[in-house]
């Protein structure tokens, strides 16, 4: 089974700054990389699908890029609702279709 | 508008069995795919189960596999999970999620709000 490797596991910022978010595959995994944002209490919500395709109703400060084994979320410009966790999730070939175990955006 | 709505959750001792219900509105439920996917009260997602949008073709996670069974009525929009021999370590919210297209490959771009399962004696 492919695992999926985030990195860090929490991350401290301030409204307007720029973050960058980690996911590695240990297997390559084409494009077939997902971003997800999940509130406390809440269900994920899905940012990026496909590395890079943002999803419809998602902000355009949200990018995602990568191929292969190595992905990156960026978030432009953090606003106050952006201070979430986030997943990534693999979804090559047939599944399971693993998730990383998350990143914690918080407040600095 | 499309909507999940879990249903099914409980408390119930190791060794049980519980049936999840989702019922889904808002889309050709027939067309798309489904999953099964659960967290830990502080953990992070774990992928449980998906069924391909006609039911034959499913998978399982490992930690899952022989003790679960996922399944589908078509004519009723309404997507299930079997839970047998359950372990302390299912406990979890179970959230259903749907397809966006494909099998997979382009994520879950709708979730239902989640049913609580606790596994305790």
């Known amino acids: 089974d492919i695992q999926m490797t985030q990195s860090p596991s929490s991350l401290s910022a301030s409204v307007g700054d720029r973050v960058t978010i980690t996911c590695r595959a240990s297997?390559?995994?084409?494009?077939?990389l997902n971003w997800y944002q999940q509130k406390p209490g809440k269900a994920p919500k899905l940012l990026i699908y496909s590395a890079s395709s943002l999803q419809s109703g998602v902000p355009s400060r949200f990018s995602g890029s990568g191929s292969g084994t190595d992905f990156t979320l960026t978030i432009n410009s953090l606003q106050p609702e952006d201070f979430a966790t986030y997943y990534c999730q693999q979804s090559s070939s047939t599944p399971p279709y693993s998730f990383g175990q998350g990143t914690k955006l918080e407040i600095k | 508008e499309v909507q999940l709505v879990e249903s099914g959750g409980g408390l119930l001792q190791p060794g049980g069995s519980l049936r999840l219900s989702c019922a889904a509105s808002?889309?050709?439920?027939?067309?798309?795919?489904m999953n099964w996917v659960r967290q830990a009260p502080g953990k992070g997602l774990e992928w449980v189960s998906a069924?391909?949008?006609?039911?034959?073709?499913?998978?399982?996670a490992d930690s899952v596999k022989g003790r679960f069974t996922i399944s589908r009525d078509n004519s009723k929009n309404i997507l299930y999970l079997q839970m047998n021999s359950l372990r302390a370590e299912d406990t979890a919210v179970y959230y259903c999620?749907?397809?966006?297209f494909g099998f997979g490959e382009f994520g879950l771009d709708y979730w239902g709000q989640g049913t609580l399962v606790t596994v305790s004696s």
């Open positions: 069924i391909s949008a006609t039911g034959r073709s499913i998978y399982y």
């Open positions: 808002g889309f050709t439920f027939d067309n798309y795919a």
């Open positions: 297997q390559s995994i084409a494009s077939y």
């Open positions: 999620a749907k397809d966006q």
